[in-house]
């Protein structure tokens, strides 16, 4: 068996159907036994930084592993910020990297790089050294053989990922410690199979939740959902933080108020905070199965009562300037309903859709990349995760979307039925016009950072085949309408509202 079949034989027993080919010569045997094989999902891309991206959308989308499969060279660095994602988000992504035979190393021969041990700490290297959690990188030494064409069939065997240990009893201690000065949850991006369980545990616990919308629970919390701005000046004792690293503010407070106790239930196992608090290393699911039916706690502080005012002059705000960008988010979470999946990409239209969006109607899934909070690869990683849904929605900064132009090269292979993406074009870098401590600089100097920009992306929607429609106003949406092709949306806020806003 050669080293081509061998690689792809493991993967296929570990679970791995499906594989996202981005060809070169020195990969060349491996793209054609994949191509010839029976049995197996295989994507081609030209560009290995969005393939892999894609590829992790797929294991986002159906919880099994996915393969992407480079040629040698600068190739398998391009994976580099996938993997890196992947890791942080404890995901099965695959790189199946062709190299040179072992003399070439260091050799300077072209297209000869170090790809043994490129992705560091970031993914096992061995099938053997894989827990089927993070990511994994097979460097396959590929001669220059004859490369066999001949058809096969795949037997994909079923994905057994390792299971991590979990511990409920440190849960249980949390709350036998005393809550009499306050204790809220706060819920970062869950997986699917993570959400029903954590939202009957936090109507039965009765406590406030500020809750992400990647949590995919937000709108059906009902009256224990609270605005996080409850908690400015007024932080609770306590904070059980469930699933990734809450996005807003209120997080990034806690690190400077130790006297706050965190404890964090989340998979990737990392405190998400620099000072003292304790994790608990599981799937959240699990855990909270385990605890069983907790004791109902309530709201201890009045804070239920604090966050009614707080919701109603963010609603008479959003009247009242209907075309900022709070205006705009707001109505399109409206719209954003009807579809089947919606994708937030970067961190402003996050928290926007946190603060701002509709309270009421839960989306059928929600997806986003909040392992390293990278804007690189965010349209790439939604058409994966998607790419067999129809009626998908995506949402990206403009400055997010610039980043990865080439995303769209694969829409002719995936669902593109109802298919939106918004872009939400305010000129740069917004999310750093909200930083206080950008406040005092020049303009050159805020300029540097926020990158502003005017490109007009419309002539990108035509190059690409999209159908496209600008939206200035509220009144814009009224001709929202997805098609057959991709819609793209680009939303244009009133600067001057947001700023009011
Ligand atoms: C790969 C990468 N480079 C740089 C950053 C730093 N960064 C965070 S947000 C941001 C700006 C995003 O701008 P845009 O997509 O236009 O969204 P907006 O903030 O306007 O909503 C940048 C550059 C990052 N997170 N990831």
């Not at 969005?50 to 986002?60: C, E, M, Q, S, T």
């Not at 060279?73 to 580099?80: I, N």
């Not at 404890?263 to 385990?290: D, F, K, Q």
Request: glycine share 10%.
């Amino acid at each position: 068996m050669s080293p081509e079949q061998q690689s792809i034989k493991q993967l296929l027993q570990s679970g791995c159907g499906e594989f996202v080919v981005c060809g070169g010569a020195r990969n060349a045997g491996l793209v054609a036994l994949l191509e010839a094989a029976e049995g197996l999902q295989v994507w081609k891309h030209f560009e290995e930084r969005g393939a892999a991206f894609f590829a992790l959308g797929r294991v986002k989308d159906h919880a099994q592993p996915c393969a992407v499969v480079t040629t040698s060279g600068t190739a398998v660095a391009e994976c580099l910020p996938a993997v890196i994602e992947a890791f942080y988000t404890n995901k099965p992504l695959i790189i199946l990297s062709a190299d040179r035979p072992a003399e070439f190393r260091g050799s300077g021969a072209p297209q000869v790089i170090e790809q043994e041990e490129i992705f560091g700490n970031y993914a096992a290297r061995s099938i053997e050294e894989w827990d089927g959690h993070g990511p994994l990188h097979l460097n396959v030494p590929c001669e220059e053989s004859e490369i066999s064409a001949e058809p096969w069939h795949a037997e994909v065997e079923g994905f057994l990922a390792k299971r991590l240990s979990f511990e409920v009893r440190n849960l249980l201690k949390f709350f036998d410690d005393g809550v009499f000065k306050g204790i809220i949850a706060m819920v970062g991006g869950l997986e699917p199979e993570e959400r029903e369980d954590v939202f009957y545990f936090l109507k039965d616990l009765g406590i406030p939740v500020v809750a992400d919308i990647n949590s995919g629970i937000r709108e059906a919390l009902g009256d224990l959902l609270v605005p996080e701005q409850t908690f400015k000046g007024n932080l609770p004792g306590r904070v059980l933080r469930l699933g990734e690293v809450p996005v807003g503010r209120l997080w990034r407070d806690l690190e400077e108020n130790p006297a706050v106790e965190v404890l964090s239930v989340c998979r990737n196992g990392l405190p998400g905070l620099a000072r003292e608090s304790t994790v608990i290393h599981a799937e959240v699911g699990r855990v909270i199965r385990g605890l069983g039916t907790p004791d109902a706690i309530g709201d201890v502080r009045d804070d239920f009562i604090n966050a009614r005012p707080i919701w109603s002059r963010i609603d008479e705000r959003l009247e009242a300037l209907p075309d900022s960008e709070p205006g705009l988010v707001n109505l399109l979470s409206v719209y954003a309903t009807t579809g089947e999946s919606l994708f937030i990409g970067n961190s402003l239209p996050i928290r926007e859709w946190n603060d701002f969006g509709q309270r009421e109607t839960p989306y059928a899934r929600v997806f986003a990349n909040r392992g390293a909070n990278g804007i690189d690869g965010q349209l790439s990683t939604w058409l994966g995760a998607t790419a067999e849904t129809p009626d998908s929605w995506g949402v990206f900064g403009d400055l997010t979307a610039l980043y990865d132009l080439a995303a769209p090269a694969m829409l002719p292979q995936v669902e593109q039925k109802g298919r939106v993406l918004i872009v939400i074009n305010n000129g740069g870098g917004q999310i750093f016009e909200k930083l206080p401590r950008l406040a005092n600089l020049t303009e050159e100097q805020r300029a540097a950072i926020v990158q502003p920009q005017e490109v007009r992306l419309q002539s990108w929607a035509e190059m690409w085949g999209m159908d496209y429609l600008k939206i200035e106003s509220r009144e814009g949406f009224d001709d929202l309408e997805a098609g057959e092709r991709t819609l793209f949306v680009e939303l244009i806020p009133d600067a001057a509202q947001s700023d009011q806003f």
